[in-house]
Every structure is written in structure tokens, then in C-alpha cells.
């Protein structure tokens, strides 16, 4: 079975290397993302394997059903960048639901001790041999208010480590978890009462810009926004304006509206045209990391165990039990329940 990976990354080459050889899987890894004009790299391969900023669009989808490929094999969980509903009946796609939670959610932690506790500061100051304390303090995170936005693996993972810190945390999610234990509130009362946001839903038309210029305003005075979802839930103007009129206080960013050309490349000797991004960095509350939740080898290693199994299932069955279906509506469990085919 060939397999055309792209968007390949060194991290990625060694787990689906050993996972490959083990199955008799070949993975040829092309550095290019896929997009119209590189799909035609997949010619003779069963399936093509692709991460979040590759393209997976109308034409895209067209492009790999003519050349015969069989499989969008997702290595990650969402699959916003994936025209699921034009896909049906054409390719079938699988993905990874779930790699590690835990990854995701202690960068989110990671980044919301950093930004409170004034680390990324600090280290910069002390390398320079700077020992002052003056700007540096910080606040404890014991009583105060997290509100969690999205309560599925990650954000729950997220949870138990705030009850750690001692906080009171409360959160929304569009379906709600029952018997969870979970103090759900509406969205509008979560923003108005939490000290700290951290969002753990998926993109969706519902959660595209839910931070905008409106909802700025119903914010807690001095909020601290964690962003470890996607970029786009996040309305980086309204995000500016409401850092530079003090409503909000920090804000820890995993991801970006705009990161497809930027994140995952080495951009220290270029001038990045982004100005948003460049502003948003060059504030001192505001801490971008870019798109690292994910990056633990723990995860490394269950991505491409998972993506092998995903092929080799689909191969045997003609189906698997991580494929994204839009047959029924219910993209992401339709075959779970069906057990079956669904084209
Ligand atoms: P999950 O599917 O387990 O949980 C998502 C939760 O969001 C569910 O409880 C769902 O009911 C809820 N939800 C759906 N629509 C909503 C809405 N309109 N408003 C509020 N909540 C809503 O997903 P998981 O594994 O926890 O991942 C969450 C997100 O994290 C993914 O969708 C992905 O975008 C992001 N992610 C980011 C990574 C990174 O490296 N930065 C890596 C992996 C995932």
C-alpha cells in the first residue's frame, strides 16, 4: 500500500517509518502541503495521508478521486480544513480522534503559567544575566475562575489539572456531558464571570470568531484567553483592540486564524507580512506558540499507530471505525453506529 504524505515534517518521518515497515505500509513523504496544484504527487498511491493545514477542498477532493485514491487519511483530530459533506460518496476519510489529550491540555496549562507567572519574561531577563523582579509579578491561580469552553477529551483533561490549582471552574459546551460533575453555565455568564478562558471546541460555524468585537465587550475586565483550539475562534483585530483597551489582560495563543503559511516553518531570516501576527507579538501579554499542543513523542507515536490501523482496517473492511462520514449528518459517529459501509 503507498501512501502520499504530505506536509512532511522531520518529527513525523521515524514513528510512521517503524509503523509503516511493520505493515508493509510505503509512505512517501513530501515536504509540499497538498493543494490543487500538488495532488497530482499522489498518482499511483491508495491514499494520501495530511495534517490540519493542508488543503482538502472541492477541487482538492476531485483531483484524488480521479487519480484513484481511496483514503484521506487525517493525521490529527479536527478536520475543519476537510469539505467532509463534498467528500461523501466520493473518498472516504479517516482520522485520529484522539493521540493525546493530555499533550493539548498541559501546553494549555504550560502556557497559562507561563503567561502568569511571568516566565517567558524572566527566562529572557536571567539569560542576560538581568536578576530584577521589577515587572515580573504575577497572581495566584488558586480561587480564581477558569472557564472552560468545550468539555470533550481535552477540555476535561484541562479541567482536572485547574481543580489542581485550586480553582473554581465552570464551563459551556453545546452538549453539555451528563452526570459529569461539571458546573455548566451559559456561554454569555461564562465570559462574564471567568478570570481565565481556555477554549476546547472545535471550529465549527457556530465557534468561528465567538471572540469578536461584540463579545469582547461582555468579558470580565483583565481576562486571560487561552487558545489552544483554533485560530479562528478568535478574532485576532477584536483580540488587539481589546488587549490595547485593557479588557483583556493576556492572551496564550497555540494557534492563529492565519497560521497556514506561517506556523510549522522557519521564518527568523524573513519579513513576515502578517502584521496581525506581528502585533500580536509584539505585545508583552501576549505569548504565541505555534501549533505545538499536539507535540509530545507520546502523541507522535499514536498518530501514526492509529493512522496505520485507520488504513489497514479501511483496506480489510472497506470501512473504519475512525472514518468521518457525512452520509446521515452525524459526521463523526455514522459508522461507529452504522458498523457498516456507508458508500
Ligand atoms: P472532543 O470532540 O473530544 O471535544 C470537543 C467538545 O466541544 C465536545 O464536548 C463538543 O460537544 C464541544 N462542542 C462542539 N460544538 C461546540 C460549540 N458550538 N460550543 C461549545 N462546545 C462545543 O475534541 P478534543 O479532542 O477535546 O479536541 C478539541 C479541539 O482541540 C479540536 O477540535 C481541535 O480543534 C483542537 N486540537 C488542537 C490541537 C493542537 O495541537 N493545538 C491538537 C488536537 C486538537
Same mark, same amino acid.
Given at each position: 500500500m503507498k501512501i502520499a504524505f504530505f506536509d512532511t515534517k522531520d518529527y513525523d518521518i521515524p514513528a510512521f517509518k517503524k509503523y509503516g515497515q511493520e505493515n508493509k505500509i510505503e509512505f512517501r513523504f513530501f515536504e509540499t502541503r497538498l493543494t490543487a496544484e500538488t495532488a497530482s504527487l499522489a498518482r499511483?498511491?491508495?491514499g494520501v495521508c495530511v495534517?490540519?493545514?493542508?488543503?482538502l477542498n472541492a477541487e482538492v477532493i476531485d483531483i484524488l478521486k480521479e487519480l484513484g485514491v481511496k483514503i484521506i487519511a487525517l493525521r490529527c483530530a479536527g478536520?475543519?480544513?476537510?469539505?467532509?459533506k463534498y467528500a461523501y460518496d466520493k473518498i472516504h476519510i479517516v482520522r485520529v480522534p484522539a493521540y493525546s489529550p493530555y499533550a493539548v491540555a498541559e501546553h494549555a496549562a504550560a502556557l497559562l503559567l507561563t503567561s502568569v507567572r511571568r516566565v517567558h519574561k524572566a527566562y529572557n531577563r536571567t539569560r542576560e544575566f538581568n536578576f530584577s523582579l521589577s515587572g515580573l509579578t504575577g497572581f495566584d491561580l488558586h480561587g480564581k475562575t477558569m472557564g472552560v469552553?468545550?468539555?470533550?477529551?481535552?477540555?476535561?483533561?484541562?479541567?482536572?489539572?485547574?481543580?489542581?490549582?485550586?480553582?473554581?471552574?465552570?464551563?459551556?459546551?453545546?452538549?453539555p456531558a451528563e452526570n459529569s460533575g461539571i458546573n455548566y453555565v451559559s456561554l454569555p455568564e461564562l465570559f462574564r464571570e471567568s478570570d481565565i478562558i481556555s477554549f476546547h471546541c472545535p471550529l465549527t460555524e457556530e465557534t468561528f470568531h465567538l471572540i469578536n468585537s461584540e463579545s469582547v465587550k461582555t $468579558?470580565?475586565?483583565?481576562?486571560?484567553? %487561552?487558545? #489552544? /483550539?483554533?485560530? +479562528?475562534?478568535?478574532?485576532?483585530?477584536?483580540?488587539i483592540e481589546g488587549i490595547k483597551g485593557r479588557r483583556i489582560g493576556a492572551a496564550c495563543l497555540?494557534?492563529?486564524?492565519?497560521?497556514?503559511d506561517i506556523f510549522f516553518n522557519d521564518f527568523s531570516g524573513h519579513i513576515v507580512d502578517d502584521?496581525?501576527?506581528?502585533? $500580536?507579538?509584539?505585545?508583552?501579554?501576549? %505569548?504565541? #506558540? /505555534?501549533?505545538? +499542543?499536539?507535540?509530545t513523542s507520546e502523541a507522535l507515536e499514536n498518530i501514526a499507530e492509529t493512522t496505520v490501523n485507520n488504513l489497514l482496517e479501511f483496506k480489510k473492511d472497506g470501512f473504519s471505525q475512525n472514518e468521518?462520514?457525512?452520509r446521515c449528518g452525524n459526521v463523526e459517529t455514522c459508522i461507529r453506529n452504522r458498523k457498516e459501509k456507508c458508500f
Open positions: 499511483g498511491c491508495y495534517f490540519v493545514n493542508d488543503t478536520y475543519n480544513n476537510v469539505d467532509v469552553v468545550g468539555t470533550g477529551k481535552i477540555g476535561r483533561i484541562f479541567i482536572d489539572i485547574c481543580k489542581g490549582f485550586g480553582m473554581n471552574i465552570i464551563a459551556y459546551d453545546k452538549f $468579558l470580565k475586565r483583565g481576562v486571560i484567553l %487561552i487558545n #489552544t /483550539s483554533r485560530g +479562528a475562534i478568535i478574532d485576532s483585530a477584536a483580540l497555540d494557534v492563529y486564524e492565519e497560521e497556514s502584521d496581525t501576527l506581528a502585533r $500580536l507579538i509584539s505585545l508583552p501579554n501576549v %505569548i504565541v #506558540t /505555534s501549533h505545538q +499542543a499536539f507535540l468521518l462520514c457525512y
